[in-house]
Nanobody, 127 residues
């Protein structure tokens, strides 16, 4: 059973930066991709960024490319999302997820490929 705990969300002005992190525990996490998704009120949960189990390959939604960076500390089973140049449309509840399969390359971008989720951390970007 995989457990995920996100932290680091908060309130920031547009153009500012914020970092969120997710600690994972459980079997085989170290050989599974992890990803960040987000969900704004009234919207579907959408892919933000993913990273492979080894941390060598990552992918991003077009809306965050060049602004967000995902990274992974394998020793700590922790994945990070550094968010720069934040926009009001980045406001959402951010969730991290663990892939349902092992050794996937590249990271999946649809939520049905992830079967473990954290409780989410709120990111609010003010104009």
């Amino acid at each position: 059973q995989v457990q995920l705990v996100e932290s680091g969300g908060g309130l920031v002005q547009a153009g500012g930066s914020l970092s969120v992190s997710c600690v994972a525990s459980g079997d085989d996490v170290y050989i599974k991709d992890m990803a960040w998704f987000r969900q704004a009120p009234g919207m579907e949960r959408e892919f933000v960024a993913g990273i492979t189990w080894g941390g060598h390959i990552s992918n991003y939604a077009d809306s965050v490319k060049g602004r967000f960076t995902i990274s992974r500390d394998a020793a700590k089973n922790t994945v990070y999302l550094q968010m720069n140049s934040l926009k009001p449309e980045d406001t959402a509840l951010y969730y991290c997820g663990v892939d349902r399969t092992r050794y996937r390359i590249p990271p999946a971008t649809t939520q049905d490929q992830y079967d473990s989720w954290g409780q989410g951390t709120q990111v609010t970007v003010q104009v």
